[in-house]
């Protein structure tokens, strides 16, 4: 049994049984599907990497951990793919036991009678909601003599989102080769891009890399943002040329064995920075070590985004993109018009990966960083190319800097610091263009 699920079955309510269904396969257009990535939590619960499957969990049970998966099947092998089957699931996956797929509808009321707590999110997957619901509206009919459903249902992504906050050392070593994978294609993208390439040319690039390197691929849309481009926040057309004199902004992680990295770097295609474009980048990149460097335990998040705030509406002001003193601009939140975005979050096998930001939602209490959370710091200024308020050397400047910082017990560590940010060591890396 994995770590994870045993960790997971501890926390349940006694006299209570969890439903967490796998992803199913996405149709991408008429026949052909999307590529299969399997759902964060069953992945994290079970490891079992195939679609349309089921995890019962039954803490205290004999068989507390049975899976419903796709049936051995040789002809829908030989046209999709080898199938695990009821064997592979308890032999390969620790399932004590497990059954078809096309049991389960049968079977719910074998699992879920004379239960306390259901375990169990609806709205995530809707065919198996109808089927639950479907259970539920039997044991109405069959009213209180002779009806035992659970009397309540709780979210089991309450749990999960908690123990994926904290990092394992073993998920600790993926997140690092995630990281190290999408800051060596980082580095390669400021190697070779030139003038005249196209976005989609570095896109392929660097996907090429990851993939090259282990990676299963990217861990979500690749923004590759030359010119004005790099003021939209998700670009992801990525099909324009590349302008001697223009910045190129890239936001690009890599997913490796399910976890996720998450770089942004910001870098002149030519390779040196102007002076407008260098004045912007400095302020920036200011901030964000700024920013790393409050990713210590006992912050919180809203610290770090208030204090991201404070710093990014000095320098707009001293960039002179804003005018007026700096805590009335604040109070007007006139930064919005140059930082829309939060300074970073959570990050693990989602991009934005789960786990709750506060501890109190009404009140604004901010959860404490705390060992083993993983986060993004990525504080940017984005001046539209037609703001004619601001001063016209800075119009279609978009500058984001990202890093991955993991927390520990005496700071932080910056996984992704592989990859230079520095705008000198930048110019001098690209000026061994070949």
């Known amino acids: 049994m994995r770590k994870q699920l045993k960790r997971f079955i501890d926390q349940l309510d006694e006299n209570?049984?969890?439903?967490?269904?796998?992803?199913?396969?996405?149709?991408?257009?008429?026949?052909?599907?999307?590529?299969?990535?399997?759902?964060?939590?069953?992945?994290?619960?079970?490891?079992?990497?195939?679609?349309?499957?089921?995890?019962?969990?039954?803490?205290?049970?004999?068989?507390d951990y049975v899976l419903y998966v796709r049936p051995r099947d040789p002809l829908m092998e030989t046209w999709y793919g080898r199938r695990q089957g009821t064997e592979g699931a308890v032999k390969n996956y620790g399932a004590?036991?497990?059954?078809?797929?096309?049991?389960?509808?049968?079977?719910?009321?074998?699992?879920?009678?004379?239960?306390?707590?259901?375990?169990?999110?609806?709205?995530?997957?809707?065919?198996?909601?109808?089927?639950?619901?479907?259970?539920?509206?039997?044991?109405?009919?069959?009213?209180?003599?002779?009806?035992?459903?659970?009397?309540?249902?709780?979210?089991?992504?309450?749990?999960?989102?908690?123990?994926?906050?904290?990092?394992?050392?073993?998920?600790?070593?993926?997140?690092?080769?995630?990281?190290?994978?999408?800051?060596?294609?980082?580095?390669?993208?400021?190697?070779?891009?030139?003038p005249g390439m196209t976005e989609g040319q570095v896109?392929?690039?660097?996907?090429?890399?990851?993939?090259?390197?282990?990676?299963?691929?990217?861990?979500?849309?690749?923004?590759?943002?030359?010119?004005?481009?790099?003021?939209?926040?998700h670009y992801v057309e990525n099909n324009m040329p590349l302008k001697d004199g223009d910045l190129l902004l890239i936001d690009a992680g890599a997913e490796f064995q399910g976890y996720a990295s998450d770089i942004t770097r910001t870098f002149p295609v030519n390779g040196k920075f102007t002076p407008?474009?260098?004045?912007?980048y400095d302020?920036?990149?200011?901030?964000?070590?700024?920013?790393?460097?409050?990713?210590?335990?006992?912050?919180?998040?809203?610290?770090?985004?208030?204090?991201?705030?404070?710093?990014?509406?000095?320098?707009?002001?001293?960039?002179?993109?804003?005018?007026?003193?700096?805590?009335?601009?604040i109070k007007k939140k006139a930064y919005l018009k140059y930082y829309m975005h939060g300074v970073g979050h959570w990050l693990g096998l989602d991009v934005h990966d789960a786990g709750r930001y506060y501890v109190d939602q009404q009140a604004k209490q901010s959860k404490p960083y705390a060992p083993g959370m993983v986060l993004t710091v990525e504080p940017g200024i984005y001046v539209p190319p037609d703001d004619k308020s601001a001063p016209a050397k800075y119009r279609g400047i978009g500058i984001r800097i990202e890093d991955d910082v993991l927390v520990t017990e005496s700071g932080n560590i910056n996984l992704t610091s592989k990859v230079t940010k520095e705008a000198d060591e930048i110019e001098a890396l690209m000026a061994k263009r070949k």
Request: hydrophobic fraction near 40%.
């Open 16 to 63: 209570s049984v969890a439903i967490i269904p796998a992803a199913h396969e996405k149709t991408r257009s008429y026949d052909s599907e999307y590529k299969f990535r399997q759902d964060s939590d069953f992945w994290y619960l079970t490891g079992f990497p195939e679609p349309d499957a089921i995890a019962v969990i039954t803490p205290g049970a004999k068989d």
């Open 96 to 194: 004590k036991k497990a059954f078809s797929i096309e049991k389960f509808a049968d079977n719910i009321g074998r699992h879920l009678d004379g239960k306390d707590v259901l375990y169990y999110r609806f709205s995530s997957d809707n065919e198996l909601d109808a089927k639950m619901l479907d259970y539920f509206s039997e044991q109405r009919v069959r009213r209180l003599k002779t009806a035992y459903p659970p009397h309540t249902i709780k979210d089991p992504t309450l749990i999960t989102g908690e123990m994926r906050l904290h990092k394992t050392a073993e998920e600790v070593e993926l997140m690092q080769i995630s990281a190290n994978i999408a800051a060596e294609a980082h580095i390669l993208a400021m190697k070779k891009v030139k």
């Open 203 to 233: 896109e392929a690039l660097m996907e090429a890399y990851m993939k090259d390197k282990g990676a299963s691929g990217v861990a979500y849309n690749s923004i590759v943002g030359g010119g004005a481009n790099a003021t939209i926040l």
């Open 276 to 280: 407008a474009q260098r004045e912007v």
């Open 283 to 329: 302020v920036v990149l200011d901030v964000q070590k700024k920013c790393i460097d409050l990713t210590v335990v006992g912050n919180t998040h809203m610290k770090r985004q208030e204090y991201s705030i404070e710093l990014l509406t000095e320098g707009m002001v001293k960039l002179g993109l804003l005018k007026g003193r700096t805590s009335d601009l």
